[in-house]
């Protein structure tokens, strides 16, 4: 059974900080891994995307992932309201015809 | 560039009822993934359909049955509603072919349904 695991929330910080979020998962053959928002009562919207050790940076959103920790982990810099919403962590394996297993979700509340 | 589309946006259906939602990929995209996401949890992969055949399929039970037609676009049929059926449904769809950008799913607004 391939679980992720993500801490619910709320996770709040101020405007211009920045947001840390993170995610473990149990399956070592896991080789994609993706970072999705979802705003209340909307879909998910997918922000990032990662397959290799290490950093990517896209804009204000960096993804880190570290296979042998099975740790995958979103930053948000200089966070906004408009970031407030709930993140989730989605693993697949690779190939063109993956299914994904998601976490629950973290809530981010970005405060004035 | 069309993204994913579902249709309808909300459903209210009596338990025992049979319901039908439909998905449109998004254009380039030929692999269709339904998920089930309840209230306040992630969502759950219930089948996914390449090629008008259903390729994988997650715990879900058979009362939940999928349809892919020759252009691609799709249809969940779940009978005899319970309760516990409500929920958000989503679509998402992908690429053909391996290769690693292959992989990134992309969601359509999604249906939801309520049973009563």
């Known amino acids: 059974q391939k679980e992720v695991e993500q801490n619910s929330g709320p996770l709040s910080v101020p405007e211009g900080a920045i947001a840390s979020l993170n995610c473990t998962y149990s399956?070592?053959?896991?080789?994609?891994f993706f970072w999705y928002r979802q705003y209340s009562g909307k879909s998910p919207e997918l922000i990032m995307s990662i397959y290799s050790n290490g950093d990517k940076e896209d804009g204000r959103f960096t993804a880190q992932l570290n296979k042998a920790s099975q740790y995958v982990s979103l930053l948000i810099r200089d966070s906004q309201p408009s970031d407030s919403a709930t993140y989730l962590c989605?693993?697949?394996?690779?190939?063109?015809?993956?299914?994904?297993?998601f976490g629950k979700g973290t809530m981010l509340l970005v405060s004035p | 560039d069309a993204g994913v589309t579902q249709s309808p946006t909300h459903l209210i259906k009596t338990r025992g009822q049979q319901v039908t939602l439909r998905c449109s990929p998004k254009s380039g995209h030929d692999t269709v993934s339904w998920y089930q996401q309840a209230l306040g949890q992630g969502p759950q992969f219930i089948f996914q359909y390449y090629e008008e055949e259903e390729r994988q399929r997650g715990n879900f039970p058979d009362r939940f049955s999928g349809h892919q037609f020759p252009n691609y676009s799709s249809e969940l049929n779940v009978n005899a509603l319970l309760l516990g059926d409500s929920a958000l449904y989503l679509c998402?769809?992908?690429?053909?072919?391996?290769?690693?950008?292959?992989?990134?799913?992309?969601f359509g607004q999604g249906t939801r349904l309520t049973v009563v």
């Open positions: 989605a693993v697949g394996e690779l190939t063109g015809y993956s299914t994904l297993t």
């Open positions: 399956d070592r053959g896991s080789q994609s």
């Open positions: 998402a769809s992908t690429k053909p072919g391996t290769g690693i950008v292959n992989t990134e799913a992309f």
